[in-house]
């Protein structure tokens, strides 16, 4: 884009060097350049800000993927914006290199991928700092960066569209224990319900919230709950451990950024089991699903177990997407499975696949699957039939729905 001391950087390294190499002496010359490490610095905060003008989620920068340009994801579609100029290798590097400290580019260099979260001042001291989740990695043998940009703003529990029993049953107040899952691919704004339903009990319960997360997003501020953020990394070694460690911390609320191997769903099953409120993601698209991993993480000798103390602490899962309506925004629609004493049944006694038609019957409880979400929606006349089915979990059951209401 033009640095003012581009050129005197290019000229202070070898043009052979690449990759990681050429990365170490840049990082070098910023340390030695503090005037220089400002200058990249602000660009990039210059296009964090310009992000968010766009109102977008996502802004992709470096390496051959991206052409020089930056892409930005706003409302579901990543595009190139060209009005923000074209990079250089050398330049990217140097913007990246400028916001991590020096373990962080250690392990950068050494693993090749880093994530961390950060925070900038995009209003120069009059509003909350902007926090985003960062990934930078190699593309090609060259770094590059992908950064989500964190909600300023909380979405108040009943916007989130849940049943009225539902929300009781995520409140501290009415429930003091059990498991409580949020699923979804990636990008499908799990963290941001999390967050939703932390701030609900937050503002309502006295007690004691304690978060793992990798990176730590959403920063809560203590109200009626003393909230710990613990970050992956930081602050404790691994999901398994902070989660385990929370046991002696007195938390009336333990939220587990992810459940992404046996050890940490081990962990998880053992905090529930002692009675304490346990919040969780997984990388599933619906509630069977949901079951059936976690029950497929641990080997064939202790399946039987784990699915007993399942059906014993599993209290509510939410499975869901973001799906693009007529407007060209974004609409959450979920599917949500409360456990009652049949589903209970269908879990121990190896029939979880009878699940999926309690959830469909199960409105009186506040469950929906997903297909009867995408309908309501469709319906009313937010998204159209195309989308209701290119993101139904069932589509037999999806267009069976539609040709009801034809």
């Known amino acids: 884009m033009g640095f003012s001391f581009l050129t005197e950087l290019q000229n202070s390294i070898p043009g052979f060097q690449s990759g990681a190499e050429r990365a170490a002496s840049i990082d070098k010359l910023l340390m030695k350049h503090e005037s220089w490490r400002e200058e990249a610095y602000h660009d990039l905060k210059s296009l964090m800000k310009q992000m968010r003008s766009y109102e977008a989620s996502d802004i992709d920068i470096g390496g051959p993927g991206c052409n020089g340009f930056i892409w930005l994801r706003i409302f579901g579609l990543k595009n190139p914006y060209k009005k923000l100029g074209r990079y250089t290798e050398d330049e990217i590097t ?43 990695y ?42 409580y899952l949020v699923t979804g691919i990636t990008g499908s704004g799990k963290s941001t319900t999390l967050d939703s339903i932390i701030d609900m009990n937050n503002k309502i319960n006295h007690g004691h919230i304690v ?32 989660t385990h460690q929370a046991f002696r911390q007195d938390p009336d609320i333990i939220v587990v ?13 053992e905090a529930t089991d002692s009675g304490h409120k346990v919040f969780s ?24 177990r784990v699915r007993m103390r ?46 999926y038609q309690m959830i469909n019957e199960g409105k009186k409880s506040g469950m929906i699957t997903m297909e009867q979400d995408l309908y309501n929606h469709y319906i009313t006349g937010k998204i159209t039939k195309d989308t209701a089915l290119n993101y139904a979990n069932n589509t037999k059951r999806m267009n069976q729905l539609i040709q009801y209401s034809s």
Do not use: W
Request: glycine share 4%; hydrophobic share 40%; proline share 3%.
């Open 281 to 304: 993601t997984l990388h599933t698209s619906n509630a069977v699903d949901s079951i059936h991993r976690i029950i497929a993480e641990f080997p064939p000798a202790e399946q039987e």
């Open 310 to 355: 399942l059906a014993d602490t599993l209290r509510v899962i939410i499975s869901q997407k973001l799906v693009p309506t007529k407007k060209g925004d974004l609409l959450m629609c979920k599917e949500v499975l409360s456990v009652d004493s049949s589903v209970k049944a269908a879990i121990r006694n190896k029939n979880i696949g009878e699940i």
């Open 94 to 136: 140097c913007m990246l290199l400028a916001i991590l400290n020096q373990n962080q580019i250690y392990t950068l260099l050494e693993k090749k991928n880093i994530d961390f979260s950060m925070s900038f001042d995009l209003e120069n001291g009059n509003s909350k700092p902007t926090r985003f989740r960062g990934n930078v």
């Open 138 to 179: 190699f593309e090609c043998n060259e770094i590059v960066a992908n950064f989500r940009r964190i909600n300023d703003h909380l979405m108040h529990i009943t916007e989130l569209g849940f049943a009225d029993s539902i929300n009781r049953q995520l409140n501290l107040k009415y429930e003091k224990s059990g498991l």
């Open 257 to 269: 950024g992810e459940m992404r191997d046996p050890q940490t769903i081990a962990t998880v099953l």
């Open 211 to 242: 978060i793992i997360s990798n990176p730590i997003e959403f920063v809560h501020d203590s109200i009626k709950c003393i909230v710990r953020h613990r970050e992956v990394g930081d602050d404790v070694e691994s999901f398994q451990k902070g």
